[in-house]
Nanobody
């Protein structure tokens, strides 16, 4: 099992930036891929970006490429995932979730992940 805990959400003004963090614990050595998802009010959960842990290759949903950046830290026997969000728009208001997979390197959709965090809310004000 892998446990995920997101942090860094909060209120941000439109045009501003926010960095989200995801701390992974448990059997992290067997994680093949990770990702960030978002769920806006009244909408379904959608992929923001996925990353394959082996080679670091990424898959961004086109809406977010260029403004959002995923990164990881595997030092000190810990695994952390980050999402740097720049130039946030009011449509960026959502709960952001971290996800991980120990089964597959695929990272382009919800079905690719079996481990989920509780989410961290981000509100973008005008």
């Amino acid at each position: 099992q892998v446990q995920l805990a997101e942090s860094g959400g909060g209120l941000v003004q439109a045009g501003g930036s926010r960095r989200l963090s995801c701390a992974a614990s448990g059997r992290t050595l067997s994680v093949y891929s990770m990702g960030w998802f978002r769920q806006a009010p009244g909408k379904g959960r959608e992929l923001v970006v996925g990353i394959r842990m082996g080679d670091g290759s990424t898959y961004y949903k086109p809406n977010y490429e260029g403004r959002f950046t995923i990164s990881r830290d595997e030092s000190k026997n810990a695994l952390s995932l980050y999402l740097q969000m720049n130039n946030l728009e009011p449509e960026g208001t959502a709960v952001y979730y971290c996800a991980a997979s120990r089964d597959s390197t695929a990272c382009t959709g919800q079905r690719d992940f079996e481990c989920w965090g509780q989410g961290t809310p981000v509100t973008v004000s005008t």
